[in-house]
């Protein structure tokens, strides 16, 4: 098993062909553990850890989830496609540093107590917070009351839920048998592109913050339409108007 940089294993690769071979076993299996960019961590979902392989013998090539299976054999393994990945990872990772430096070098504030207040319907209403578009995330609170659940709906990124008063229970599409139960301090990750809803759970209103992984709230509902900013267009009645 090879631990290390992707240099270091492609040597150890090489090596066991040319200066290891007398001291190893001619049928012995070795295996790297291949540090291809991952991004999800959410087993086979964004594709972002997929590593190409070529058959030894053939040539053939093949591509796996490095996120679901790391521990990969060195003699399949494409060294130069992965040294390509990671250089161009670096890249990304310098952009977005450069990014948060810039973020947070004049800090910013947004009270609770000075924020607008945007209606999502007679029984929920939201205080955007972090929300210029000027930081990575954008951040606000929602307070639903008893009754209150959210329409279906979808972001093309991820977003966090952090319970902070109440209860409430969240599911995927699909999932509306079997819902998550989120007390105050529980948080949860919905993830990108996938249809979701929750629901104040009790008789208490329920307070949460919403995160979204985006300078910009982008909001997609499957029933309704929506604004520029995100917030679900509403009538005079605060009913909201049915999608085209």
Not at 121 to 130: D, R, S
Not at 181 to 203: E, I, N, Y
């Amino acid at each position: 098993m090879a631990i290390g940089s992707d240099g270091m294993m492609n040597a150890v690769r090489l090596a066991r062909h040319g200066v290891l071979k007398p001291y190893l076993q001619p049928d012995h299996r070795a295996l790297g553990s291949i540090n291809s960019p991952m991004q999800c961590m959410m087993k086979e979902i964004c594709a972002q850890c997929l590593q190409l392989h070529r058959d030894p013998l053939t040539g053939k090539e093949s591509v796996v989830f490095s996120c679901f299976n790391q521990d990969q054999e060195l003699d399949r393994v494409d060294f130069t496609c992965l040294n390509q990945r990671l250089r161009q990872n670096g890249v990304q990772e310098k952009i977005g540093a450069l990014w948060i430096d810039r973020s947070l070098r004049k800090i910013g504030v947004r009270k609770l107590a000075d924020a607008s207040r945007v209606e999502f319907g007679p029984l929920a209403f939201y205080h955007p917070l972090i929300a210029d578009g000027d930081t990575p995330v954008r951040t606000g609170i929602q307070t639903s009351a008893p009754g209150y659940v959210a329409p279906m709906h979808w972001h093309p990124y991820i977003e966090l839920l952090f319970i902070i008063d109440g209860e409430a229970e969240v599911w995927l599409q699909g999932g509306e048998a079997e819902p998550i139960h989120l007390a105050a301090g529980d948080c949860v990750a919905l993830p990108a592109d996938v249809p979701h809803s929750f629901r104040t759970v009790g008789d208490r209103p329920m307070r949460l913050l919403g995160i979204h992984a985006n300078p910009d709230r982008v909001v997609n509902y499957l029933d309704r339409k929506s604004d520029a900013s995100g917030y679900p267009v509403l009538d005079s009645e605060l009913e909201p108007a049915a999608a085209d």
